[in-house]
C-alpha cells in the first residue's frame, strides 16, 4: 500500500461529538478514508456537521449511515453502544469492520457483540485522547497525534481486519497498543476513571462547603483547585455510563485510592512528616516519568498560557450528541 | 506618590525558591523596590542567584540581608519561618514592614510573630499563585499577575503598612484580599491544600498498583491522570510543612471529601446513574464560573499546547532552597 493511499474506503462514524468530529477531521486530514459518513441521533448536531462541512456525507440515521463502508466506528456514549450496535447490524455490508471509541471495553463488547453478524469483524478501540469539550465544534484533526489508541480485539479476530485498524489509527498518528477488555478496563479505571470521580467529588465537596464561598473558591482557584476543574466538566452522559460500566474496576481501584488516603489522614493527624515527605518525593519521579515519555510537556502552566488575557474565552455548550 | 514611584526602597527576600525569586524579578520588573536583597540558606542557591543577576545585593545570611531593609519577606517553607523570624529579628531597622508568602496563616503567625520586636509592622501575606516547579531558575516576573494575594494582618495592624502591602502586591499585578488566618487557613483547605493531598495521593496508588504496570500508567496517562501529575510534582518540603501546619482545617475538608466520595462509590456499586449525572453536571458550571473570572482559559489543553513536540524538556532539579 502507498504511504498515502487511504487505508479504507469509507468510514461511517456514528456520533459526531468531540471524537467523532475529530476522527471525521482526522481521517480527512491524513486520507486514512476515501470517504467519510457522519450521523447522530440529534438532529441539531447534523445541521452543525453541515455546516462545519467535515464530512462528505451527513447521513441521517445509523442504519443508512453504514451501508456501504468498510470501516464503521461507533463513537456513542458508553451507555448506548448497544442499541447502536443493533440498529446498524441488519444494514452491515460483508466483511465491513466494526469498532468504537468506548472508554470502557469489557462491558462494550458484551453489549455489542451479540448484535453483530458473523460476516464482519468487530474491533473495538480506544484513543486515550480528549479534552474536557463536547460537541462537534470542539472536534480537531490533530486531537489522536501521538496519543496512545487500545485494541481489544477478541481472541480469534481477523489478523487482517486488525491490522487494518492498527494501520488507520497510526495513519491519524496515534501509537497503537493491544490488550485484553478486562485489562484495558483496570488500566484506565486508574489512569482516568479514578481521576474523574476525585475531581467531579473535589468539586463538589468544595461547592457544598457552606463556610467558604463560591466566590472565594474560584477566586483562590489557582493554588490547585483549578486543575481538578478541567477533568471535572467533562461530558456528564459520558461519565455516567463510563462509571456504570466499569464498576468492578473502579470500586477495586477506588478501595485502594481511599485505603492510602486514610494512610495520609493519619500521618497529617500524628503529625508524621516524614511519612508525607516520602510520598511527595515519590510522585515527583513520576511526573517526570510522564514528560520524558512526550505525555505532557514540563511548561510550567499557571493559568495555560494565558495568565495575561483578561477576556473570557466563550465556551462551547454541551450538545445531546455521543463524545 | 507617583505611578511608578517604588513603593519600598529596600525589599529585603529570604529565600530564593520559586517565589522568592519571582518576587524579586517582578520586584525590579514593576520598580516596586528601588533596591532588592535577595538571600537563601543554600550556598549553591546563593551563587545561582548571583549569575542570573535578578538581585541588587546577594546577601550571605538573612540576618544581613534584613540591614537596612524597610519590607522583609520571607519566602522559605512554612516549617522554618519561625527560625528565621528569630534570627531576623535583631538586625530589623525601626518600623520595617515584615512580610511572609507562606500557604499556611494561623501556624505561620504563631510562629513568626513572638519573635518580631515591637517597633516592626507585621502583615503576612500569601500569594495564591505557583508552578510545580521549584529553585531559583524556576521564578518569573509575570508570576503574580491577575492572581489573588491574601493578607491576614493581626486585627491592630498598622494601617499604613497594610496598605503599602497592598500597593506592593497591586504593583506586581495582584489582586489583594484582606481576611483572617484561620478564614484563609480554611479557604486554601479546600482551594489548594485538600487538591495537592488527593494528586499526591492518587499518584501514589497509581504507582502501587501491581496488575498495572508503572509503563502504562505513563503511556495513557492522557486520559485523566496527568493532570493530578501536574500538581504531585510539587515541592515536598513545602508541602510536607503545609499539611503539619495546616492539620485541623485539612481534616476537616478531608473529613468531607471522604463522605461525598463513599456517597459516589455507594452510587456506582448500586448503579444509580442519577446521582452521577447530577454532580457530573453540576461540577462543569463550576468551571464555567473559573474561566469567567479569568483564573483559567477555555482553551482545550491536552498535553498542554505542545502535543506535537516530541522533544522532553529538561526539568529543573529540586533545589534545598525555600519556595
Same mark, same amino acid.
Given at each position: ?24 477531521? =482526522?481521517?480527512? *486530514?491524513?486520507?486514512?478514508?476515501? &470517504?467519510? !459518513? @457522519?450521523? %447522530? ?5 447534523? /445541521?452543525? $456537521? ?35 450496535? =443493533?440498529?446498524? *447490524?441488519?444494514?452491515?455490508?460483508? &466483511?465491513? !469492520? @466494526?469498532? %468504537? ?5 469489557? /462491558?462494550? $463488547? ?56 492498527? /494501520? ?156
Amino acid at each position: 500500500m502507498p504511504e498515502d493511499a487511504p487505508v479504507f474506503e469509507r468510514v461511517a462514524l456514528i456520533g459526531a461529538g468531540l471524537i467523532g468530529s475529530s476522527l471525521a477531521r =482526522a481521517a480527512r *486530514a491524513t486520507h486514512a478514508a476515501k &470517504a467519510v !459518513v @457522519v450521523t %447522530d441521533a440529534s438532529e441539531t448536531v447534523r /445541521a452543525r $456537521v453541515r455546516e462545519l462541512g467535515f464530512a462528505d456525507v451527513v447521513a441521517t440515521s445509523a442504519a443508512e449511515a453504514v451501508v456501504g463502508a468498510d470501516l464503521v466506528i461507533v463513537c456513542v456514549p458508553v451507555g448506548v453502544q448497544g442499541e447502536v450496535a =443493533a440498529e446498524i *447490524a441488519p444494514a452491515l455490508g460483508t &466483511a465491513a !469492520v @466494526v469498532s %468504537d471509541v468506548g472508554s470502557v471495553k469489557g /462491558a462494550v $463488547v458484551r453489549a455489542m457483540a451479540p448484535h453483530l453478524p458473523a460476516h464482519v469483524h468487530f474491533v473495538p478501540a480506544h484513543p486515550v485522547a480528549g479534552t474536557e469539550q463536547s460537541g462537534p465544534d470542539a472536534g480537531f484533526a490533530t486531537l489522536f497525534q501521538n496519543r496512545w489508541c487500545i485494541l481489544t480485539p477478541p481472541q480469534d479476530a481477523d489478523e487482517a481486519a486488525v491490522a487494518k485498524v492498527r /494501520a488507520f489509527w497510526e495513519r491519524l498518528g496515534s501509537k497503537v497498543e493491544i490488550m485484553t477488555p478486562e485489562h484495558h478496563d483496570l488500566v484506565l479505571a486508574i489512569t482516568s476513571h479514578l481521576p474523574h470521580l476525585i475531581a467531579y467529588n473535589i468539586v463538589g465537596t468544595a461547592d457544598d462547603l457552606q463556610t467558604v464561598t463560591e466566590g472565594e473558591v474560584i477566586k483562590f482557584s489557582a493554588g490547585g483547585f483549578r486543575d481538578f476543574t478541567r477533568i471535572a466538566a467533562s461530558d456528564p452522559t459520558m461519565w455516567r455510563d463510563v462509571f456504570l460500566a466499569n464498576r468492578d474496576a473502579v470500586l477495586e481501584v477506588l478501595g485502594r485510592f481511599t485505603e492510602d488516603l486514610a494512610y495520609l489522614q493519619r500521618a497529617i493527624r500524628w503529625g508524621e512528616g516524614d511519612k508525607l515527605f516520602d510520598l511527595f518525593s515519590r510522585t515527583r519521579a513520576i511526573r517526570r516519568s510522564i514528560i520524558e515519555s512526550g505525555q505532557e510537556t514540563a511548561a510550567p502552566d499557571f493559568g495555560r498560557h494565558a495568565a495575561a488575557e483578561s477576556k473570557p474565552v466563550p465556551i462551547p455548550r454541551p450538545y445531546g450528541g455521543g463524545e
